[in-house]
């Protein structure tokens, strides 16, 4: 009976940002769980190499370039999308950018306004877009990607303009929820901690903020795409169908201090 309710057989996921990561991590789940994917890139060569991997492991898989950012391109790829599979059962915003490093006061209107655009507004076209089909299909499940610094203020990298999108995305993520739960669409997100991708492969050359970012962390080591994977597995299953407005926190304890 419970095993059952992690299966996603005939169901149709959506992932941005899907082409490596945390993004290609979800792809594979879900797909391993039986969904069917359409992974989504602005980069035609990352999103390409991701498709590889999946097809390699059995998966169903459909590729499409896109800019999350041009809500009128997001609305079109929607469209499209649902016509073409007749439904989108699951959608996670995974797309997502950091820019860390630039003190507050040195922060340029364009660099602010390029992480709020990729972080925040593209969850919310997408969402929108997405989530229009699903209320009027009377089901469907959301997961968002935020962060740990939706929580807390990460040191001792400046990053004000992160940790704003990502508090914001969580709380969008609550806002939809109650907006959308009573008409059968479930939002929730993952908040993960410090995650060993190409993202973060700069931290190799800086003991520094390495030794303050894992002694930050109870666990005492980085997280895994895997692992963040496999929260968004629970959450867009039918395990968590009590579950919506939910801010699911893997971050090794890291907020716990």
Known sequence: M??????LTGRNAVITGGGRGIGLACADALGEAGATLAIVDRDAKTVEE?????RAKGHKVTTHLLDVTDSKGVTAFADATVA???QVDILVCNAGIARSGTPAEQVEDEHWLNVIDVNLNSV???CRAF???MLAAGRGAIV???SMSGFIVNKPQPQSYYNASKAAVHHLTKSLAAEWG???VR????APTYINTPLNKFVESDPAMGAAWLGGTPMGRMGESEEIASVVLFLASDAASLMTGSVVVADGGYTCW
Not at 187 to 190: D, K, Y
Request: glycine content about 16%; overall charge positive; charged content about 20%.
């Open 2 to 7: 419970y095993l059952e309710r992690f299966r």
């Open 50 to 54: 991701g498709a590889a991997f999946l």
């Open 84 to 86: 073409r599979l007749g």
């Open 124 to 126: 919310f076209w997408c």
């Open 131 to 133: 989530g229009k089909h």
């Open 144 to 146: 968002n990607v935020g």
């Open 182 to 184: 009573a008409r059968g």
């Open 187 to 190: 939002v929730n997100a993952v």
